[in-house]
């Protein structure tokens, strides 16, 4: 006896099977437990299941996507600010971007006599 199968295609295909095998042959099945139609409209259940899981992995993945981008996005603002504020001298740290102070006065520098 061959192995019931256990992937879906090879479920759907063997349903297939029954459903041929069973509307041909009338005349030697002709009270099975279940009809072909029943079969056949569980068949079309699963299809339409199975494609319905289809669509909601293509929705997850265009999902999915869409939220890397709104976060690339994100990061590369962020990092356009950063660098404008370091290059303007005003932080030297994130505590100081991030601070809710305020950004003290720059100070002048102060040049060290040179020993010689």
């Given at each position: 006896?061959?192995q019931?199968?256990?992937?879906?295609?090879?479920?759907l295909?063997?349903?297939?099977?029954i459903?041929?095998?069973?509307?041909?042959?009338?005349?030697?099945y002709?009270a099975?437990?279940?009809?072909?139609e029943?079969?056949?409209a569980a068949?079309?259940?699963?299809?339409?299941?199975?494609?319905?899981?289809?669509?909601?992995?293509?929705?997850?993945?265009?999902?999915?996507?869409?939220?890397?981008?709104?976060?690339?996005?994100l990061?590369?603002?962020?990092?356009?600010?950063?660098r404008?504020?370091?290059?303007?001298?005003q932080?030297?740290?994130?505590?100081?971007?991030s601070?809710?102070?305020?950004v003290?006065?720059?100070?002048?520098?102060?040049?060290?006599?040179?020993?010689?």
């Amino acid at each position: 006896m061959a192995q019931f199968p256990r992937d879906e295609t090879g479920v759907l295909g063997l349903a297939q099977e029954i459903a041929d095998g069973l509307a041909a042959n009338r005349s030697t099945y002709p009270a099975p437990p279940v009809s072909v139609e029943e079969i056949e409209a569980a068949t079309e259940d699963c299809n339409a299941a199975r494609d319905a899981v289809q669509a909601a992995k293509a929705a997850l993945d265009a999902a999915i996507k869409a939220k890397e981008k709104a976060f690339d996005t994100l990061e590369d603002k962020m990092k356009k600010e950063i660098r404008y504020a370091e290059n303007t001298g005003q932080i030297t740290t994130m505590q100081s971007l991030s601070s809710s102070a305020g950004v003290d006065a720059r100070s002048p520098l102060r040049w060290k006599r040179r020993v010689r």
